[in-house]
Structures are given as C-alpha cells and as structure tokens.
C-alpha cells in the first residue's frame, strides 16, 4: 500500500519550460489536492479536485493547471515556469466523510514532495 | 487578519518539557487537523479532531469548538520531537482546508 506518491521528487527547470508534477493514491480517496509551500508562507493551496473529472481553482492557482482524469490520478502542469514557482509541492488526498453522508472526517495523507527549482 | 494563527511561531525546550502549541481560529469548521513536517519534509498527520480530545503516545489534541481554539500537547519531549507542526481547519461551508504556518519546535538534549 503506497499511500500518496508524488513524481518526480526534485527537479530543476529553465524559465520558459514545462513540466508535469503527478500524485498518485492508492486509497480510492475522491479528494486530492496541490500545495505548495514557500519559507515563511506556510502551505498554500493551488488547485484541488473533488472527484474523477474534477477541479477547482484554490488560493493561488495562476500559472498551474490541473487535471484529473483517473481518481487514483492528479496531475499539476506548469505551462511556462516562472522563478517565482521555485517552491517544494505536496500533493495530499482524502475521504471526506461528507461523500458519503456521514458527516464523519478522515485523516489527510500527504506525498513525500517535489522540490521544484526555476532557474 | 489570518483564519487560522498558531501560537507560538518558534518553541526551543529542554528535553522531558511539556510543550503546547496552540491554534486558534475564526471560521465555522467541521473538523482540525494537526501535522507534523521534519526537516527532511515529509508531512505526517499527527490527528484530525472534531471535538473533545484525542491521544497518541506522547501526543495529546484538544479542541473547543466554541472558543475556536485547539491544542497540542507532547509530554517527556525528545529531540527527535523537532519538527515544525502544523494546524489546519476544515471549513464547514466548502469543505476546504485552511492551513496555519506552523510552529517551529526544536527540542535541546
């Protein structure tokens, strides 16, 4: 049981370029989301999905596009990266309690990260 | 004015200390979660609570729901404790969650 797995786990990438940051959970969690986290700033919220064929915009979504395709699968892409996307990425998944009624919370399991360098 | 602040933002004490970190908030939420980031990273959830009180190990969460305050405890630190820990709320009206920036603990033998 893996749990949530991010890819790649560092990662450099020139101005300009692009790249595509997969989370995947093996818990058959309807909620995953992408965070990123600057010193200082603690976690921030970029996009989250609330189920397969999903997404929604969270706190600071400019720049990054997700998509969510398979329910095991949350995919963050970086069209065009900018130094200021420099940051460490956590993707994160849970059951909420609400999708099937109960009202009961589960725990969040988060990925190990992805340390993203934007030279 | 953040949603969520935790106090306090850094912690240094002796090993075998009790330590409190709290959180306090001012949204309706449905649930709190409490994690723990080493300085390797990785995030760990230590709890998620909704009322009451929850235990592990050393480890002990409290919530008021009407004070809209929630604490950590650990007994007997350990350096192995030094971590950053991290509170964050679950909004009850959208389901989304709303991060503290943590609480930098450093534990001294």
């Known amino acids: 049981n893996a749990g949530v797995t991010q890819t790649p786990k560092f990662r450099v990438l020139k101005t300009g370029q692009s790249m595509t940051l997969l989370c995947a959970q093996d818990m058959n969690h309807e909620y995953m989301y992408w965070y990123r986290q600057d010193p200082g700033m603690g976690l921030r919220l970029i996009h989250y999905?609330?189920?397969?064929?999903?997404?929604a915009k969270g706190e600071v979504p400019d720049g990054y596009n997700v998509s969510r395709l398979k329910k095991q699968n949350f995919l963050l892409g970086l069209e065009s990266a900018a130094p200021s996307q420099t940051s460490v990425y956590f993707c994160a998944s849970s059951y909420w309690g609400r999708v099937v009624g109960t009202g009961m919370n589960t725990e969040a399991f988060f990925g190990q990260g992805t340390r993203l360098t934007v030279v | 004015k953040n949603e969520v602040e935790q106090s306090p933002q850094n912690l240094t004490a002796q090993e075998g200390e009790f330590i409190t970190i709290n959180c306090s908030y001012s949204v309706g939420i449905s649930a709190l979660h409490w994690l723990q980031q080493h300085p390797g990273g990785g995030i760990v959830s230590l709890f998620m609570l909704s009322s009451g009180k929850k235990k592990h190990g050393r480890l002990i969460a409290t919530i008021n729901i009407q004070e809209k305050h929630s604490s950590l405890h650990i007994t007997a630190s350990h350096p192995r404790d030094s971590a950053v820990y991290i509170c964050a709320v679950i909004v009850d009206s959208n389901y989304q969650l709303i991060w503290g920036a943590g609480t930098k603990l450093i534990i001294k033998p």
């Open positions: 999905s609330v189920g397969e064929g999903t997404t």
